[in-house]
């Protein structure tokens, strides 16, 4: 994982490279059973180098806690390693440019369950047509992977009518995490 997190770091593929202050290459135990994929570092993120560690990231930590998770046993990445600017969302180029970071990542953690963070993460990692609205906390599978999506923590900081719906999520997820 370390000779890839330094060849990430080295990357010019895409024009976020130009702009980013560090590599957002992800966090966690290697190997990991669960893996939380979000869609982009945030300016946060980018000034500290590890994701999830504003606003949202504080959310994130409690929402883990809830079902007996934390950075301690679950691995936590983005589609993208470097942050978009005004923290839009990643272009498709800038996503496919990084998408095989992401892809050699999931290959080394062998995790059982891939958590997406949002609708990009959902997007790209489940079905290009994917609803978060409508689908979130429904399971797919793919290749011996279980995949789920949740809304992203962000937007729950927005709109907090969605933590109901997200805490039943939750359940969900620590449900599959201890059969």
């Known amino acids: 994982m370390e000779e890839l997190r330094k060849r990430c770091e080295a990357c010019t ?35 500290q180098g590890e994701p999830f560690v504003g606003a949202a990231g504080k959310l994130l930590d409690d929402m883990l806690s809830i079902i007996d998770l934390g950075r301690h046993n679950c691995y936590i990445t983005n589609i993208v390693k470097c942050r978009p600017p005004q923290n839009r969302d990643p272009m498709q180029e800038e996503q496919d440019a990084c998408i095989g970071y992401l892809e050699q990542q999931l290959r080394i953690l062998q995790p059982k369950l891939v958590v997406c963070l949002g609708r990009i993460a959902a997007m790209r990692l489940i079905r290009p047509d994917f609803r978060i609205t409508r689908e979130h906390g429904q399971w797919f599978e793919r290749g011996g992977i279980a995949y789920t999506a949740i809304y992203h923590p962000s937007a729950l900081l927005r709109d907090p009518a969605k933590r109901p719906e997200t805490f039943a999520d939750l359940l969900s997820i620590k449900k599959r995490v201890n059969q």
Do not use: K, N
């Open 13 to 47: 593929a895409c024009p976020l490279s130009q702009t980013r202050q560090s590599v957002v290459f992800g966090v966690g135990p290697v190997p990991a059973d669960i893996v939380f994929v979000g869609e982009g570092p945030g300016a946060q993120e980018d000034l």
